[in-house]
Structures are given as C-alpha cells and as structure tokens.
C-alpha cells in the first residue's frame, strides 16, 4: 500500500491573468501530484526585490503519495506548463512559482530541495495564507505553530486579502463510494481496479473467476455447460456483491469491483440457449432488485485485436481458442446495456491505445477522465 503524505505548497503569479494561472496550477497538482486538501484565500502584495507588477499568492495543503524528490520534479514541470522559465536565482516576474514549504514534519537538506522552505519565515505573503489554513501545524525547526510564527514575523510588506476564490478540484474518493469497472474479456478491468484500489487504499471486490469449475469445461463444451457456468457465476456474484457492499470498512471509505452484476445477463444472452435464458432471467431479476448500484460505473472499450494480444499474453490456458466472433457478441451485449440502462452514471473510456499497466502516464491519462467525469 502506498503510503499519503501531507505536505503545503505556496503558490504565486504576477503575470497576465493571474487568477487563472492560479487555477490552472491547482488543476495541475491536482491532476499529477495529489488530492487538495484546502486552499487559503488569496492575497495581494506588492513585488518584493524588483519592479513589477503585484502578485496574486495562496497556499495548499496537498495529500500525495510522491517523494520529495518526485514531488519537486513534478512541480517543475508545471511551472514548465505553465510558461514559467527559471533562468537564475534572482526575482523575476513569473506566471506561477511553486515552492515547496512543509513535506510533513520532514527535515530536509539536499543540493536540489530544502525543506522548511528556507525563506519562508521572512515573508508575510507566504505566512498569512499558510495560517489560515494550517495555523497550529508546527515548523520542525523552530518547534513553534504558523501562527506564532507569523507573530514573529518582521516583514513589513503590505498585505491585502482580495475577495475572488480558487476552486478546490474534488478528488475521486470524495465523489464516489463505489465503483464498478467493466470491459470485455482481456480489456484490463482487473488490472485497473487493482491501481486504483492501491491509489486510493479502496476496498477491492475482484470477480472469482479462477475458482469456477465450470469456466474450462465451458470453453471446452459451450453448449453443454453454459447454463451450470451462467447460473453459477450469478450466485457467487450476488453472494460476492451483497456480502462486501454490505460490509462498511472503517478504513477504506471507497469500494472499486472489477465486474458488476449485470455483465451476468450480458453473458447470458450470449451462450443460452433461449428457454434457459428464459430461466435464468427470472431468476437474475428478482437478484438484480437487491444489489447496491455503482456511484459510477466505467466501461472500458478496447478493439479486439488489442483484446486477443492481452489473452494471449496473460496465458490462461481455456481461454487461447476465444474467437473474435464471441468477443464481438459480448462487446455488442454490453453496447446495448448502456444504452438502454438508464440509471446507471456511466463513463465509456476507451484504452485501445493506452497501456495504463506498464506507462504511468497512459494511467494518469485514465484517472484524469475519471476525475474530470461529472
């Protein structure tokens, strides 16, 4: 498991559309490095060690999963983005400068990152914003809180709150308690419910197709044993579903299941024979009534091509005589559950050219979609 880490940020512009710098950064961070957790209002002051014109600042209280190192990287990079050239150590007019002010309680001296941010005791237009959000969090070195510090801080440079505020980007666990993923066989709906269950510390409910004794035989006899396979992977997965769902975990406040329980009708109109559809619809209706739904329920599309290469590299045996005809069946089954199904909050991404596996940014790329998602 990934361990969070708390850590503020001061962020500040003097060029252009200021506020708008501002946001964009905040979108940025929230995007690449972590989960906002409060912005400070914002603050004007005059330049300070050279003409130009006032700057807009604020501070942040960031969660992230980043290193130091990382994190300085990644806030460079947005500086980078955001059209900001560090030619020299000197005061300069910037459309965003990031510092870093706090890694925790962390105490660190490197060639590229000191932390407490070195200067920062000396400058009002870093203290004010970061007191009003963290004012009894205590400086590691001086062993005093901000708002002591702020007390004893000699700056004279004047200091005006100004009365526009920046939007804090809502992180995916507070929009969502439970999430379903679903894709066609090989399109990586496991393999992103684990990223995200380890992202996030998410309680994962992973479909327990490995333990059906029927799925071999299936592949071997389809009509034989399709109403066996059918019947019983709609039992352990209502079981599955009604029992975790149930649970609340004090610890892991957001669900994410590879599969939802409607993929179950999906596959079964596919391999039945009509009058054991028939049946077996019966019996998945009065089912389906009982089942939480997903706050958001993400498909995620793949061609087939890509769909057979990821088969055949994941190397389970049963599954290397899957035709393309029956992945275009399910793909065509679950084409039409979006459409007509209503009720559910429903994201399609398609990953045909991404692999968020092996390329952290392709699973950037994914978590942006979702978080942008509303």
């Not at 649970?247 to 391999?271: G, R, V």
């Amino acid at each position: 498991m990934k361990i969070q880490r708390n850590i503020y940020l001061s962020l500040g512009s003097n060029l252009g559309n200021k506020i708008e710098w501002l946001q964009k950064a905040i979108d940025l961070i929230a995007e690449e490095i972590g989960n906002i957790i409060k912005i400070a209002p914002i603050y004007k002051t005059k330049s300070n060690g050279f003409e130009g014109e006032d700057f807009l600042n604020t501070c942040l209280e960031v969660s992230t999963y980043l290193p130091p190192e990382s994190l300085l990287k990644k806030l460079l990079e947005i500086e980078k983005t955001l059209g900001r050239v560090r030619v020299s150590d000197r005061y300069e007019n910037r459309t965003i400068d990031l510092d870093i002010l706090f890694f925790e309680d962390e105490i660190i001296f490197s060639e590229q990152l000191k932390v407490p941010h070195s200067k920062m005791l000396e400058r009002k237009f870093v203290l004010v914003p970061l007191n009003d959000i963290a004012s009894s969090f205590i400086h590691p070195i001086t062993k005093t809180n901000i708002s002591n510090c702020l007390k004893n801080c000699t700056d004279n440079l004047h200091i005006e709150k100004i009365n526009l505020t920046l939007k804090r980007p809502i992180p995916i666990i507070e929009k969502y308690n439970y999430i379903a993923i679903e894709g066609n066989i090989g399109s990586g709906k496991t393999s992103l419910a684990k990223l995200m269950g380890d992202e996030f510390n998410g309680k994962l409910i992973l479909e327990r197709f490995a333990d059906n004794p029927f799925l071999p035989k299936f592949y071997e006899d389809q009509e034989r044993y399709a109403l066996p396979l059918e019947m019983s992977f709609l039992a352990d997965r209502y079981q599955q579903l009604s029992d975790d769902l149930a649970q609340f975990d004090l610890f892991k406040n957001l669900i994410i299941s590879d599969y939802y329980i409607f993929k179950s009708l999906i596959f079964a109109q596919i391999t039945l024979q009509k009058e054991e559809y028939a049946l077996y619809r019966k019996m998945f209706d009065i089912m389906y009534k009982e089942i939480t739904k997903p706050d958001l329920y993400i498909y995620l599309h793949q061609n087939t091509e890509k769909l057979l290469e990821n088969i055949k590299k994941r190397g389970r045996e049963y599954e290397q005589n899957i035709e393309v005809s029956y992945l275009e069946k399910i793909h065509n089954g679950y084409s039409q559950f979006i459409k007509t199904e209503q009720n559910l909050n429903t994201l399609i991404i398609d990953v045909s050219e991404l692999d968020f596996v092996n390329n952290p940014d392709d699973y950037t790329t994914v978590l942006k979609r979702i978080k942008n998602f509303s």
